[in-house]
């Protein structure tokens, strides 16, 4: 794959800027009409969808210039898919693909970001994405969870970077792990075996430690015994379920705790015990939502000729077979809890800011759209805002503190901790 593969994608763009909205149809109200994070807050066509695919044309056929304004754009996407999922309303083309691979080009090429770099530098040395010290499974002190490393399980259970080096995260792991054991799912970890999915490298632009990542998390998952993951974190989810696929890594089933959560439930694995008086509103992670979608591997061709038609005619992801009910039913089984939707929801949700490691590189820009989303948020009247990534509700708190409303970030499963 190379930005060179997606010419005729970004030759097919007609600057027709609908990847900036969602689709006129699903428009309620001006204030929550735009969709790309990129374009609203530099507000120039160039950090648009559309705008990046015009750039990568330009420099495909002219040559690359990696000035500080062209990285200034490539860097500053959240790598959010909005823009895909909005243009292919109407247009067969991929979006987000060859956004992607411009980014990989830069990096390639050795025009990085220095934040990045030192992210990089951090999985290659220590395994992991996040800074902080202490050890990976430190979480896991005193639930006696099965220990992969020696022991053959069923399940496989990924906690993540961030969960597990940020304390103020630990309490998603653990809630997991012990509602799996609740439901006696035979499941286990790999505690100091554990290292990085590979998805935020791949996001941010560095393919070859994707792939690195990728090729050891298959043999722990094989040693496992496992058949299936689970993941609480949404980008981790993507790494295993999307592009471990997309690269020919992926063997396993793989599930996110809210579809696991769903089903056991519904089997009286878990059993609800308690209502919840609460009112709220439930944020979809983008990895988790539209790009959660299945990859589809299209063997088809171009058919010769300056149109852009495939044979057999090509499949396109566009978003709509995200991982959006099973969050929303867990939530829905609980009595007394009352989801008010947000004007942009499923696979047309606003970014938390943390995608393409930008909370990361540039956190004013993160903050600023985790604001947005906290504002659409408040306009529901929901006292608690649900989701189902730890990056989201790292976001989305970030916002809270920096506003200074009443208004609570949870996982879906500490929701579900608060009824059994
Ligand atoms: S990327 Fe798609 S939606 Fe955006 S300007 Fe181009 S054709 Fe229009
Ligand atoms: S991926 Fe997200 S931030 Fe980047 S151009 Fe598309 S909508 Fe905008």
Redo the contacts with the bound molecule.
């Keep these: 794959m190379a930005i060179e593969d997606y010419e005729g994608d970004m030759k097919?763009?007609?600057?027709?800027?609908?990847?900036k909205y969602i689709p006129l149809q699903m428009i309620r109200h001006s204030k929550f009409s735009d969709v790309c994070p990129s374009i609203a807050r530099y507000n120039f066509h160039a950090y648009?969808?559309?705008g990046k695919?015009l750039i990568g044309r330009e420099m495909l056929a002219k040559g690359f210039e990696y000035t500080d304004r062209f990285l200034h754009i490539v860097f500053n996407c959240l790598l959010c898919g909005a823009?895909d999922v909005?243009?292919k309303y109407a247009?067969d083309?991929e979006?987000l693909l060859p956004i992607s691979e411009l980014r990989m080009k830069c990096v390639e090429n050795g025009n990085t970001h220095p934040t990045f770099e030192k992210v990089i530098n951090l999985l290659r040395s220590k395994g992991k994405m996040v800074e902080g010290e202490g050890k990976r499974s430190e979480w896991a002190e005193g639930l006696n969870i099965k220990d992969v490393r020696r022991e053959k399980v069923e399940v496989y259970y990924h906690a993540g970077c961030l969960s597990s080096y940020n304390k103020e995260y630990h309490h998603i792991p653990r809630t997991v792990a012990k509602m799996l054991k609740e439901a006696g799912v035979n499941f286990g970890i790999a505690y100091e075996g554990e290292i990085c999915c590979g998805g935020r490298a791949h996001e941010m632009g560095y393919r070859e430690d994707f792939f690195n990542q990728a090729m050891k998390n298959v043999e722990i998952v094989k040693r496992s015994g496992a058949r299936v993951i689970v993941t609480s974190c949404a980008h981790c989810y993507h790494a295993f379920k999307v592009l471990y696929d997309r690269y020919g890594f992926k063997e396993f089933e793989v599930l996110h705790i809210t579809e696991l959560l769903e089903k056991l439930i519904k089997e009286g694995r878990i059993k609800i015990r308690n209502s919840l008086a609460l009112n709220v509103t439930y944020h979809d992670p983008c990895y988790l939502g539209r790009l959660g979608e299945a990859w589809i591997h299209f063997k088809g061709k171009k058919l010769p000729g300056i149109k852009f038609v495939f044979d057999p005619p090509k499949t396109y992801r566009r978003g709509a077979h995200g991982v959006y009910n099973p969050p929303r039913e867990v939530l829905r089984m609980i009595p007394g809890l009352k989801i008010y939707e947000m004007e942009r929801k499923k696979e047309y949700a606003w970014c938390c800011g943390a995608g393409g490691g930008v909370s990361e590189s540039n956190p004013d820009f993160a903050l600023w759209t985790a604001e947005r989303r906290l504002e659409e948020a408040m306009e529901t009247g929901a006292t608690v805002i649900v989701t189902a990534c730890p990056w989201c509700e790292q976001m989305l708190k970030k916002a809270v503190a920096s506003r200074g409303v009443d208004l609570q970030v949870w996982d879906v499963v500490e929701v579900v901790e608060r009824t059994i």
């Design positions: 097919m763009c007609c600057r027709c800027s609908a990847c648009s969808g559309g695919l823009c909005s243009c247009m083309m979006v």
